[in-house]
């Protein structure tokens, strides 16, 4: 398969961020629009070629899907250890190409809608190209240190365009808080990355990954407390992923980047970025289920769980529609997390493997679209709260139906996108688990309720005393929506299990009945639920809440998170490490170095007058030294 | 070698010369008596070389060839000194050595 144009694909996007970024002021906003949306075009329309050259021409060899790389050394460290810069294509790359491709250039048509009139427009198309490009930079790496360069520069970008209204003090705070989150994480990541060159001497994906390669199969060689050195490194790595895809204990970040603008949190913090840590523990897969019989692997499984728990419970309680959809990102990251997490590697038990990728397929499409959505309805009345809204749907009837046919595909309800996906994952997971399963099928009916709860909130019930009427979004805005509807819609239909699987064999996956008439029943009995309780405004929700009470408020303020973390940053690590550590600096190195300046200007003070600028005396000081040295050499120098 | 005159005698006349000239130098408070001064310190070398190429080697020739040369070198400083007294001069109104100090800064 020829590789060379793939170069292409994540370098147009950065030649556009530099042209649209150096340019800044000299490009008028009409233009610089149509150069982001063009350039994305083209990586696009070479993502899909790609991908039908990949699976369905040239990618298939023996009826497994074969790895291509393509590198250059760029740093030599040793004969056996060093560091490449490359493109590696296979099922997963080349499914991630697609879907970046598509958001973002779905997400660079809306903006044109969406912030137009802002001041920085052109600032803001550099950024999503800058982002576009660094995504596809992940997805293509070759090996741990690639990714781990190109994850920080998705880091960075998404740090930009959190804060991308810097005026305003929430999305500073915002972006600074998602860039020291993840950063923490990432440190965990960077030392599994050493860890893993140190015992395996090398950082190739092909090579790690090779189920037959050493890296693998001598992971018993070294053991650190109780558990391979290996797991550690990679429960370390994992770490990093939880960090990017806001899994617990890592997750604060997420609800706060949405202070960002809606278009960015749909590219990044919805469909993108996020799912870079499920792409992560996908790309190790086999690392993760081969060493030391998959242990760090169940830590994922259980992790993916709790998150995915956890933030569903959350979401019912939230106010702010697109905190909301960004708990619903998280519980849904979650979702894939356990996928992998309970998956095998041979043809039919890889099924959660291959679940995890489908789900962050369709994923991508319906929660793009709500975000969009969520974005369109923000437009038109000016406000992110709930409270709000209502009745919308007479003014906005394409945001009305896109918005509905995204929470019917999130809500798992066939023969939409989620449906077929979230199956998957639960016959996953009742295959291996069957705790993770109930949490699993627990989620997918809370998930159902906390969606049409705030569809209902938004479409239906009464009026609210708008300034002017709501009005349909331009036809950049709403071509999107119409355009991921389509998508939510019929990509459930696609054979994933055919293209991608852990072993990359492929496989027939079917549908088991029993399970997906659970799945369904769960997700109506959701539905049913936010219907009866915000259909028709009533009180019966407040009751319901007020029954809970403690619990409520607990999962209103999201468990607290926050308020524990402002403690042990303020109160220990401030307080008890940072302040002590100041001071230390403050007074004794600051001060010594101080006092040697000082000193230094004092005895500079005294000497200075004999620099006098008198020629005849800088000539009178030389005969005289020379005098001296003349009668010290030629009378007092004896050996 | 010059008739009942001994080498002792022509470099006691060049240190004198010499030490005439640095105490010029250092004393004059006009630049242009600070030039013909370092020329005095100039000549009090080449009559040493002279001297010395005459009385303590009598067949070689190289220190007239150095004085000859020295006489070049001072000349063309000479030039050089005399075109910065005067592009100084033109800025500040003045030869004096006390005046040029605004030079340190």
Known sequence: MNLNYIFLIPLIPLVVFLLLGIFNQKIKPSVSGYIGVFGLLASTVLSFYTAYQYFFISGKINGLYQTFVEKTVWMNFSDTLRIDMGVLIDPIAVMMLVVVSLISLMVHIYSMGYMKGDGGYTKFFAFLSLFTFSMYGLVLATNLFQIYMFWELVGVSSYLLIGYYYTKPSAVAAAKKAFIVTRFADLGFLIGILIIGYYTGTFDFETLNNPEGSAILNWAATSFMGLSAITWALLLVFIGGAGK?????????????????TPVSALIHAATMVVAGIYLVARLFPMFYFVEDGFALNIVAYVGAISSLFAAIIAITQ?????????????QLGYMMLALGVSGYEGHEGLGYMASMFHLFTHAMFKALLFLGAGSIIHAVHSNYLKDMGGLRKYMPITNITFLIAAIAIAGIPPFAGFWSKDEILVAAFEHNKLIYYIGVLVAGLTAF?????????????DKDYEHAPKESPLSMTFPLMFLALMSIVVGFIPFSKFISADKSGFEAHLNMPLAAIAVGVGALGIALAWIFYKKENNLAEKFANRFGVFYTWAYHKFYFDELYLFITKKIVFKRIAAPIAWFDKKVVDASMRGVGSKTIQASEKIKGIQSGKVQDYAFSFIIGTVV??????????? | MIEGVTIYEILGLSSILFFIGVYGFITRKNLISILISVELILNASVVNFVVINKYVYPDMLQGVYVSIFIIAVAAAETALAVSIIINLYRQINSVEVRDTEIMKH
């Open chain 1, 450 to 462: 906390y969606i049409f709860r705030i569809y209902f909130g938004i479409f239906w019930g009464k």
């Open chain 1, 245 to 261: 895809s806001a899994m617990l204990p890592f997750h604060i970040w997420l609800p706060d980047a949405m202070e960002g603008p």
């Open chain 1, 319 to 331: 106010t702010d529609i697109k905190r909301v959809l960004a708990f619903s990102t998280m519980s």
């Open chain 1, 629 to 639: 040295l003349a009668i010290v050499f030629i009378y007092l120098w004896t050996i």
